[in-house]
């Protein structure tokens, strides 16, 4: 069984936002020479997600407001309980649940194993400092 | 270690259903004569699901009616920015993040290691189209 | 390749509750031997969820209430039509998707490779009756 990891740092200058990582991904399969196997690729902190869909700015768009809807940004120590703490985040914790912490995908012949449309995103809901991502990868 | 894959196609007549994917998901588990390992299920679309919850028809009806309310079903670009693109189904991108893109089933004994009622489906949020579903297996 | 298997049960005795089982799922990685792998926790019932998040009493709160607006428990047949069925716990169902059923971990030097505040949490939705969750390890 071979295997392989490697730890991607993001900093992003909005506090939300999604970046498409598909392409590090992907180097990340071919630098594993892993041929048939599975690639977990998670966000390593609790305000952040790595999750699949469309690379549409206008889906973006709606997921930034769709998100904010359902748990929106508030600092305030009335609305979270979590930002009683000092903290200002506590939506962010909600959000990251709704798009999911990781993602788990196969690999076939050396590739991603991916629909016409799958892109891997980091989704980002308290940026501006460093988080991580890790991609892991086993198989054969 | 072994591994196995099997591409899945759907054509479901409607736009939003649930399909019990559980015995195609098991005969996969045997075919791929792995005893314990790792099995993935995924959508390979991004307007559709694979999820584990209960074969219940009131639960379904349940889980269409929540998220018709948590993402409606709207055509128009005024809800949805996705939808300026010509696209129609911002909403099952929506509702295919809450209900997941995927579920990892440990394998035991050569079997699915599944509680008494978990049972595996296919969601349907832009149906009336082929579609596929990804089961990858790796283990011994 | 190696693989363990571990199923853990708990009888919690609040209808909805979070449990950190992070010591739990450690030590199941050291009783594997596994250096190098993928850790696979879930819920084996579809009315709890295993996620990752803070272990911060007030976000813990702020989860509960979330939930509760989100799909609210009602035992009438009214709200929910798998309620009919004689059942009360529709809104757990709904609750266990927005949370998600599973994580998988990656193990990196014989350790979880998480970051600085993940945790691993049973999150439970209709208590007070014993249910299981699932430590499935494969790697070497």
Chains 1, 2, 3 share one sequence.
């Not at 999750?51 to 997921?63: A, R, S, T």
């Not at 904010?68 to 962010?92: I, Q």
């Not at 990251?96 to 993602?103: D, I, P, S």
Request: glycine share 8%.
């Amino acid at each position: 069984m071979r295997s392989h990891t490697k730890h991607l740092t993001f900093e992003i200058p909005r506090r939300m936002e999604f970046v498409n990582i598909t392409p590090q991904v992907r180097a990340e399969v071919q630098a594993s020479a892993v041929r048939e196997g599975l690639c977990l690729v998670n966000a390593m902190h609790i305000t952040a997600s790595v999750f699949i869909n469309d690379d549409e700015p206008g889906l973006h768009e709606d997921y930034r407001r769709w998100l904010e809807e359902l748990a929106p940004f508030d600092p305030s120590p009335e609305r979270y309980h979590h930002n009683r703490t000092g903290e200002d985040n506590a939506d962010a914790h909600h959000k990251r649940q709704v798009m999911g912490r990781e993602v788990v995908v196969a690999i076939t012949g050396g590739e991603l194993d991916f629909g016409p449309w799958e892109q891997s995103f980091y989704g980002e809901f308290d940026g501006r400092r460093p988080k991580r991502v890790l991609i892991k990868i086993i198989g054969e």
